[in-house]
């Protein structure tokens, strides 16, 4: 069955700690993989689209990098501001829905 | 930049009534996704959309979900009768192209009492 994990869970940084956080799948045939940033009570926000292995994208202290079993989404120096949840979904070659993960919440203390 | 606009941003309704939907999607885009969250869970599919028909559809897309173009730009989705388990946030999403990202609107709370 088609699946997409998440880790860690939960995540509490100190400003400026830098980290990645993990985004599994295990589908026939990947499409893209799509990072959303997902603050509470809203909708998806779209960070960052993968399509094949190797490729990374990078903005501002985000960078999405992937290979062929996992995707990491590594932050730089996070800030206050990039407490959310960060939600990976990825899409099969023979669908067009996106299959999302449970999320990974993010905390920044400053 | 252009938004995907849903309304309303909350519903509260009974069990066994009727709700509707509604998502203003961005203008050139070809593809529609709905989504719902129950609260404290995964973003789950309902059904996709493309040249006016539904695509695709999960499980939980049954009898009592629809969805429409009622006027060739706005797209709803429809709960005949809705139930207790139906409250989470629904989520209205589009796409330029098969292979473009999604943008995702800002969800509908509905909560059924």
């Known amino acids: 069955e088609d699946q997409v994990t998440q880790s860690p869970e939960a995540l509490r940084l100190q400003e400026g700690e830098s980290s990645s956080l993990n985004c599994s799948y295990t589908?026939?045939?990947?499409?893209?993989l799509f990072w959303y940033r997902q603050d509470p009570g809203k909708g998806p926000e779209f960070l960052f689209t993968?399509?094949?292995a190797g490729e990374e994208k990078e903005k501002e202290r985000l960078k999405a990098t992937l290979t062929k079993k996992e995707s990491f989404l590594h932050i730089t120096a996070p800030k206050p501001e990039d407490s959310a949840t960060y939600l990976c979904?990825?899409?099969?070659?023979?669908?067009?829905?996106?299959?999302f993960g449970p999320g990974t919440r993010l905390s920044v203390l400053p | 930049e252009p938004e995907v606009t849903q309304t309303p941003s909350h519903q509260v309704t009974q069990m066994g009534q009727e709700v509707i939907l509604r998502c203003v999607p961005i203008?050139?885009?070809?593809?529609f996704y709905w989504y719902r969250q129950i609260l404290g869970q995964k973003v789950e599919f309902l059904v996709s959309?493309?040249?006016?028909?539904?695509?695709?559809k999960s499980e939980i897309f049954d009898d009592q979900f629809s969805v429409e173009r009622p006027d060739g730009s706005n797209f709803t989705l429809k709960i005949r009768s809705t139930k207790l388990e139906d409250s989470a946030m629904y989520f209205c999403?589009?796409?330029?192209?098969?292979?473009?990202?999604?943008?995702f609107g800002q969800g509908t709370r509905l909560t059924v009492v």
């Open positions: 203008s050139n885009h070809l593809y």
């Open positions: 993968l399509y094949s």
């Open positions: 999403a589009n796409r330029q192209e098969m292979n473009t990202e999604a943008f």
């Open positions: 589908v026939s045939g990947l499409r893209g």
């Open positions: 979904a990825v899409q099969q070659n023979y669908g067009q829905n996106f299959v």
């Open positions: 959309f493309y040249n006016n028909e539904i695509s695709e």
